[in-house]
């Protein structure tokens, strides 16, 4: 792992892709390789594939950013991580409804104004416990927000003070919304999500048709 993280730094360099034969052809003999490079992403590197940037091929591999120094002296042990097996990851899936949770789109589904198709996996998310110890929480994600999330840290705590700050009536509804593990949007809101995802030059000429016509 340590060869393979300062291989990555000197050879490879942040932001550029490599392939599998690459990697293996630079440590000829070396078992498992693939699998010495993978755990680097338990000490904070972050090496994407085709699963998590669209634009890699299947034997393409980019080094994204660089983590814990693995190869000085007291770092890069080994850290316990959850191993998430065929049958739990079933499980996540099915007690997640089978969506991703950050956005709510479905596996085999196609991202709006796109032809790319969502696919859904686990993700690792920390979270931030009443203690203030940070653990490590299950949730299915899209490709998509899996790489966006990945840094981010839960902070359930905060969003339940919140909670208990809203109206009698904001709880009532919100309640329901918990309880049916779904949120109705309304067409207005659909259209503000699709008027915000818009480019500025559509969405300079939405604002001046609402001006030009009014609201009235």
């Not at 499980?91 to 085999?108: A, L, P």
Request: charged share 30%; proline share 4%; with cysteine.
């Amino acid at each position: 792992m340590k060869r393979a993280g300062l291989w990555l730094v000197s050879v490879v360099g942040e932001g550029s892709i490599f392939t599998k034969d690459e990697l293996r052809q630079a440590f000829p003999g070396v078992s498992q390789i693939d699998r010495r490079m993978r755990d680097l992403r338990d000490h904070g590197w972050q090496i994407d594939t085709n699963r998590d940037d669209i634009a890699l091929e299947p034997h393409e591999q980019r080094f994204v950013r660089q983590g814990e120094p693995v190869w000085e002296p007291g770092r890069g042990r080994a850290k316990s991580t959850v191993s998430v097996t065929a049958t739990q990851r079933r499980e996540i899936m099915t007690r997640d409804g089978n969506f991703c949770r950050s956005c709510g789109i479905s596996g085999g589904q196609t991202y709006a104004g796109t032809y790319e198709i969502a696919q859904l996996d686990i993700a690792r998310r920390q979270v931030r416990q009443p203690g203030g110890a940070v653990t490590v929480e299950l949730v299915t994600e899209c490709n998509r927000c899996r790489i966006g999330g990945r840094q981010l840290t839960a902070e359930p705590a905060d969003v339940l003070a919140q909670v208990r700050q809203l109206g009698r009536l904001e709880r009532r509804v919100l309640a329901g919304w918990i309880a049916d593990d779904r949120r109705p949007f309304s067409t207005v809101e659909r259209l503000w999500a699709e008027y915000r995802s818009l480019p500025e030059e559509s969405r300079i000429k939405i604002r001046q048709a609402l001006e030009t016509e009014g609201t009235d």
